[in-house]
């Protein structure tokens, strides 16, 4: 499923639909993924998403858009950064 929500520059926003899926804008980088945990870098800080069976469906940087499927539990915000670089962008050089 596509989500066409605009995104702009800075725009920042999570919009959880049914704890089964997840649209979050203003992704800079995705330092953490697995089915249960994904820490996410955002240009409000640092965002850890908890569940089970998650998976990510997509992921584009240029656009800072994060669209994940799976059971969510919680969702916070923390002020810290990641000290290395995202596994994404290793990858993706």
Excluded at 12 to 19: E, L, S
Excluded at 25 to 49: R, W
Excluded at 53 to 79: C, F, H, K, P
């Amino acid at each position: 499923m596509k989500e066409n929500m605009p995104v702009s520059g800075n725009a920042h926003f999570v919009k959880i639909d049914a704890r089964a899926h997840a649209v979050i804008s203003g992704v800079e980088d995705v330092e953490l993924f697995s089915s249960g945990k994904i820490f996410a870098l955002t240009n409000q800080g640092a965002i850890t998403i908890t569940g089970e069976g998650m998976q990510v469906e997509t992921l584009n940087i240029s656009d800072g858009q994060l669209i994940i499927n799976g059971r969510i539990d919680a969702v916070s915000y923390d002020e810290r950064t990641p000290k290395t670089k995202g596994v994404l962008s290793r990858l993706f050089r």
